[in-house]
């Protein structure tokens, strides 16, 4: 677990019960990010939190200043761990976090968060591409079902699809294990 920290992408309220766009699965997702965080904790590791603010018009949830905004109490940051706020999907977008990865000399990343689909797939191929090797906790991740060409896909299977194309050619963006893999690994 040498130069490797935990990047958690978008645990914020408005993903859950009661929020302002509910994801399939979570609650069981956050509570899997909790339990890789708290592996994290206990063994003084870094733990990056990323927070999405909405800044274009027409927005629907993650507003400023809203609790549904807020990240989740299953995560909330505690002591010095690092909070970056971004206002697009790809976590590094205008945003310190390369900058505050290579000043820790970071060079693994474990992936956590929401929206599989967006923010935590397009910060996963950034992060390919800024050279990080990444892991993706598959089952610490959540979506929601989707509409294409009229026809509604489940959220399970754009988790699948999303899953299975980041880590295609060989784990080209990431490797995909569940948080009990990477647990039973350490």
């Known amino acids: ?4 920290a ?10 859950f019960p009661g929020g302002k766009m509910i994801l399939e699965g979570s609650e069981k997702a956050g509570k899997n990010v909790q339990q890789i965080l708290e592996y994290f904790r206990r063994n003084k590791l870094p733990v990056v939190h990323v927070k999405h603010i909405s800044a ?21 940051p505690v002591g010095d761990e ?23 000399n970071i060079k693994n990343l474990v992936i956590t968060g929401m929206m599989t689909d967006v923010c935590v797939e397009s910060t996963t191929r950034a992060a390919f591409d800024f050279g990080f090797n990444n892991t993706i906790i598959g089952d610490a991740t959540a979506t929601r079902d989707r509409e294409f060409d009229g026809k509604i896909v489940k959220a399970a299977d754009v988790q699948k699809s999303f899953l299975a194309g980041i880590s295609a050619l060989g784990n080209l963006y990431a490797n995909i294990v569940s948080t009990s893999e990477f647990l039973n690994r350490q």
Do not use: W
Request: proline share 5%.
């Open 6 to 15: 935990l990047l958690i992408i978008d645990v914020q309220n408005d993903y």
């Open 1 to 4: 677990m040498e130069n490797t």
């Open 82 to 104: 690092k909070v970056i706020v971004k206002h697009f999907p790809n976590s590094f977008r205008e945003t310190e976090l390369l900058k505050y990865l290579q000043s820790m």
């Open 56 to 76: 274009n018009e027409g927005a629907a949830f993650f507003l400023p200043e809203t609790s549904g905004a807020e990240i989740h109490p299953l995560v909330s």
